[in-house]
């Protein structure tokens, strides 16, 4: 007897036929019944509890939040460093503010000072200022990851992504091979240093034995190709005793010129070489904003500081164009100088001011709103002027998000400035206001050029600089990093107004 039930067949044995279960190849017999069902244990899904090493308990930790809290901690290791008695050149106990304003200043890679680094830190303070620079312009993230690979750690999807989003220029879902990306950073940040270091090498060995050649060219290289402005050179302000050494100005240019302008930027246009059409737009950019600036600073400093017999006016002709083009750049990124500015122009030093504050290239070692930012907002009112609904260039559409995102850094960016500013000028009181805004530009835009007012603060006046310094530092990397991760989906929209403006 056969029956099907369900798509199931079924054989029921009679009692003249029972089924032979013992039969190696079983096959229904007339009046068998069989049940055919599915084995459930066989199919039945099996839960796995999978505990996740990344999973982040709390928003407090999310990756805009850690840039804060690693740079707070590596600038309070590095002013616990500076305050032993061995980083001081006469072994006391540095005072804490002035300890915390170095590394603050160091890990930035600002070059602010309250003391002359030639004779207050010894060897041991300057390697520890040197170390701190090289990791604050390489970049924290990058340098943890780096290390990892190093000792043959395993870099997790987490912090993949971390290093992804710090050194922005990557699209927003590949990290595959941030790795591979990593090991590239370093071995092209540390090739540019050590040829900055035998080119500074050569130089200084003509006028000093090895002994203090080494040590100041290593520690000029770092700094000129992190932009950091620090150097430890006796009775010296900055770099202004080679103010007339074409090897150290121009070198000191392109190094400065290569940390500012990021690393990508020159590795596209390596890989292209003449092929300008083939360079991303970003690297387009970066290279003709830099460029205009540059060309704006230095014929905006020849011309202010042509006849200024305290600056540049008893140098030769050439040599007052070497030094406005070393002035244009490294004043709007590095803070290395050839001359005192507390002595330079009014209109100069507003000038400069405003470079500052636009800073290098996003995913550089400089600092400020960053040169691609203030690209996008300028096209922006571009085409808006040109009564155009889209904005673009070089053939290539910017997005309406990147450009409300250029915006809103721009926007907060000044704000900033305003409020550091208003402080400081209730504070230092007997300050021009001038000068004071060009400090807290300064230190927010983590350039290090300075009126010679930073060391005659009172203590309020340095915090607030190392404030501006922290937060033009980490402040618009975090912001633009939680601007893409909130960035999300709009499931309605509300009804269009007209609003009148202007």
């Known amino acids: 007897m056969c029956l099907k039930l369900g798509g199931a067949t079924i054989f029921e044995a009679d009692k003249d036929n029972p089924i032979d279960n013992s039969s190696e190849s079983w096959s229904p017999k007339p009046g068998d019944r069989t049940i055919r069902h599915p084995r459930l244990d066989d199919i039945r899904p099996i839960q796995i509890s999978v505990p996740s090493q990344n999973r982040m308990k709390s928003k407090a930790f999310g990756s805009p939040a850690i840039l804060f809290y690693v740079f707070t901690v590596l600038i309070l290791i590095g002013t616990g460093l500076l305050c032993l008695p061995q980083s001081n050149a006469a072994g006391k106990i540095t005072p804490f503010m002035d300890a915390l304003f170095t590394a603050t200043s160091a890990i930035t890679v600002t070059g602010l000072t309250v003391e002359t680094t030639a004779t207050y830190w010894s060897g041991f303070g300057k ?16 340098t943890g990851a780096f290390l990892l690979v190093l000792i043959g750690r395993r870099v997790s999807i987490f912090q993949r992504q971390l290093v992804k989003e710090s050194i922005s220029i990557m699209p927003v879902n590949e990290v595959g091979g941030i790795v591979k990306l990593v090991i590239r950073i370093v071995l092209i940040s540390v090739s540019v240093q050590v040829i900055g270091f035998v080119i500074y090498l050569a130089r200084l060995l003509t006028e000093m034995d090895v002994q203090n050649a080494i040590p100041h060219a290593v520690f000029l290289s770092v700094s000129a190709f992190n932009n950091a402005g620090f150097t430890a050179f006796v009775n010296s302000e900055s770099i202004s005793m080679y103010q007339n050494d074409v090897t150290i100005i121009i070198a000191s240019t392109i190094l400065i010129f290569i940390g500012a302008v990021s690393v990508w930027v020159v590795a596209d246009v390596l890989a292209f070489k003449n092929k300008i059409k083939l360079y991303s737009l970003n690297t387009k950019l970066v290279l003709t904003g830099t460029i205009i600036l540059t060309i704006i600073g230095a014929l905006a400093f020849f011309g202010f500081e042509y006849n200024n017999a305290d600056t540049i006016s008893d140098l030769s002709l050439p040599n007052k164009i070497m030094i406005s083009i070393f002035e244009s750049v490294s004043g709007r990124t590095a803070g290395f100088t050839t001359v005192a500015y507390d002595s330079t122009e009014q209109h100069t030093n507003f000038l400069i001011t405003g470079l500052m504050f636009i800073g290098g290239a996003s995913g550089s070692v400089a600092g400020g709103i960053k040169i691609n930012t203030f690209a996008v907002i300028v096209v922006a009112v ?10 673009a260039i070089f053939g290539r559409e910017i997005s309406s998000i990147i450009v409300k995102r250029a915006m809103v850094i721009g926007a907060i960016g000044t704000a900033i400035v305003f409020i550091f500013s ?39 006046g340095h915090l607030i600089l190392i404030l501006a310094m922290f937060i033009g530092r980490v402040g618009p990397l975090a912001l633009g990093l939680a601007m893409t991760q909130r960035s999300q989906r709009e499931n309605y929209r509300y009804t269009q107004e007209r609003v009148t403006i202007g």
């Not at 021009?432 to 805004?437: K, P, S, T, V």
């Not at 927010?444 to 930073?454: K, R």
């Open 127 to 142: 390697i520890i200022i040197l170390l701190l620079m090289f990791i604050g312009g390489l970049g924290i993230m990058t």
């Open 382 to 391: 571009i085409s808006t002027l040109q009564g155009r609904n889209r904005t």
């Open 422 to 460: 208003f402080i400081l000028t209730a504070v230092e009181s007997q300050y021009d206001f001038i000068d004071l805004l060009f400090e807290i530009v300064s230190a927010f835009g983590t350039v290090g050029l300075s009126t010679g007012l930073t060391s005659e603060m009172s203590r309020w």
